[in-house]
């Protein structure tokens, strides 16, 4: 799969904004996302998210985390 630039600045978005709902930092938030399949969600289905607004991103993002054993950040 070729990344490109939207797909990297779609994840970085949404980092963000993970980072933000939970009142926590960007890094943080990136090694939650990472550890517990979030990031690879998004690569996955970027075609998809990103026609969603951030907050059902986010939402999303929270239960694929929590599915894979993360218990909140």
Do not use: P, V
């Amino acid at each position: 799969m070729m990344i490109n630039k939207n797909l990297i600045n779609y994840i970085i978005i949404c980092n963000s904004e993970f980072a933000e709902r939970y009142n926590t930092n960007d890094e943080a938030a990136f090694n939650y996302l990472y550890e517990y399949g979030g990031i690879d969600f998004l690569l996955e289905f970027y075609e998809i998210e990103h026609t969603l607004s951030l907050d059902d991103a986010i939402d999303d993002l929270t239960l694929i985390c929590k599915k894979n054993g993360g218990a909140g950040i």
